[in-house]
């Protein structure tokens, strides 16, 4: 069993920063891929970055150098920085690994999501 928790969301005003944090924990072999995406009401979910176990990092396009995704392999944890927030950066943010679990399955796991609402 996997579990991703996820923490660092809120209310914040345009412009401001937020850091959303993710730790993973079970059975765990190896966390291939880590990352967050988000989901604003009544679009699709989408990526916003994710990271390698090596370090590789991808950004959406609307990130524009404003957010920066870190990875701690070694507690499995990942934090976003966001900064110069956005009204339309409002969305619930999740959590998302691709990971080899303890007994060598290779599976996509999911946290349940934080809310980060921009507005003044």
């Known amino acids: 069993q996997v579990q991703l928790v996820e923490s660092g969301g809120g209310l914040v005003q345009p412009g401001g920063s937020l850091r959303l944090s993710c730790v993973a924990s079970?059975?765990?072999?190896?966390?291939?891929?880590m990352g967050w995406y988000r989901q604003a009401p009544g679009k699709q979910r989408e990526l916003v970055a994710n990271i390698t176990h090596t370090g590789d990092t991808k950004y959406a396009d609307f990130v524009n150098g404003r957010f920066t995704l870190s990875r701690d392999n070694a507690n499995n944890a990942v934090a976003l920085q966001m900064n110069s927030l956005k009204p339309e950066d409002t969305a619930v943010y999740y959590c998302?690994?691709?990971?080899?679990?303890?007994?060598?399955?290779?599976?996509?796991?999911w946290g349940r999501g934080t809310l980060v609402t921009v507005s003044s």
């Open positions: 998302n690994a691709d990971l080899i679990t303890g007994r060598g399955n290779w599976m996509a796991y």
């Open positions: 079970g059975s765990i072999f190896k966390i291939v891929t």
